[in-house]
C-alpha cells in the first residue's frame, strides 16, 4: 500500500496567518491527491482533488499544489472557522490512503 | 443535497459479525463508486472498501481482506458492508461515502454519511 505522511502532526497559528502543510507519498501518485478538513464529530469535508482543482463552494484561501511524491495546501490567511485537522488522501492507487492528519490549533 | 444514512452499528463481541447499511439519496446513486471509510476514536483516517458504480469490482485495505465485502442494490439505492470476525481493532466510526466521479472510479470521496459506531468489545 502507498504510505502517506503528513507533517507537522500540529501546529499553533493564529487568524490571518499563512499556514502551509506537507504530504508525501511513498512513490509516486501524479497529481492524484486530495486534501479534506475536518471538525470535531464531524465527517470530512472535501477541500480539494487532484492536488490542485478546489471543490465547488471551497473558499478560494485554500489551494494545493505538488505532484509525484511531494504535496501541500495552503490557507493564505487563517480564518476562525479553519480550525480543524487536515488530512490528505492519496487517490491514485487502491487501497486508498490517508495522511496521520494535520491539527490546526489557535496560538 | 447528498443524502448517506448508514444503519447497523452497536457493540459486538470479538469473532462475530455485524451488517452495515447506507441508504443512498438525492443524486442517482448506480453511477457512483461507493467506499467505507473507518475512523477508530481519536485516530485518522482508514479507506476499508470500495466497490464500482455497477458493482462488479472492488477493493480491500488488508488488514480487512477476507473478512469484509462491500456490495450494493443499485435497484434499492443501498450500500452494505459484511464484516465477519471481528476484531477489537476494528472498533470504528464507519463512514458511507461517494466517490465523485460518474461512471468511473476516481478515488476522490466528496460526500459522507453521519457515520456510525461499532464497537467491538468482550
Known amino acids: 500500500d502507498i504510505q502517506m505522511t503528513q507533517s507537522p502532526s500540529s501546529l499553533s497559528a493564529s487568524v490571518g496567518d499563512r499556514v502551509t502543510i506537507t504530504c508525501r507519498a511513498s512513490?509516486?501518485?501524479?497529481?492524484?491527491l486530495a486534501w479534506y478538513q475536518q471538525k470535531p464529530g464531524k465527517a470530512p469535508k472535501l477541500l480539494i482533488y487532484?492536488?490542485?482543482s478546489l471543490q465547488g463552494g471551497v473558499p478560494s484561501r485554500f489551494s494545493g499544489s505538488g505532484s509525484g511524491t511531494e504535496f501541500t495546501l495552503t490557507i493564505s490567511s487563517l480564518q476562525p472557522e479553519d480550525f480543524a485537522t487536515y488530512f490528505c488522501?492519496?487517490?491514485?492507487?487502491?487501497?486508498?490512503?490517508f495522511g496521520g492528519g494535520t491539527k490546526v490549533e489557535i496560538k | 443535497q447528498v443524502q448517506l444514512v448508514e444503519s447497523g452499528g452497536g457493540v459486538v463481541q470479538p469473532g462475530t459479525s455485524l451488517r452495515l447499511s447506507c441508504a443512498a439519496s438525492?443524486?442517482?446513486?448506480?453511477?457512483?463508486?461507493m467506499h467505507w471509510v473507518r475512523q477508530a476514536p481519536g485516530k485518522g483516517l482508514e479507506c476499508v472498501a470500495t466497490i464500482s458504480y455497477d458493482g462488479y469490482r472492488s477493493a480491500y485495505t488488508d488488514s480487512v481482506k477476507g473478512r469484509f465485502t462491500i456490495s450494493r442494490d443499485n435497484s434499492k439505492n443501498m450500500l452494505y458492508l459484511q464484516m465477519n470476525s471481528l476484531r477489537p481493532e476494528d472498533t470504528a466510526v464507519y463512514y458511507c461515502?461517494?466517490?465523485?466521479?460518474?461512471?468511473?472510479?476516481?478515488?476522490?470521496?466528496?460526500?459522507w454519511g453521519q457515520g456510525n459506531l461499532v464497537t467491538v468489545s468482550s
Open positions: 438525492r443524486f442517482t446513486f448506480n453511477g457512483h463508486a
Open positions: 488522501l492519496q487517490h491514485n492507487t487502491y487501497p486508498l490512503t
Open positions: 487532484s492536488a490542485s
Open positions: 461515502a461517494r466517490d465523485l466521479g460518474v461512471g468511473a472510479t476516481l478515488g476522490v470521496i466528496d460526500s
Open positions: 512513490q509516486g501518485i501524479r497529481n492524484d
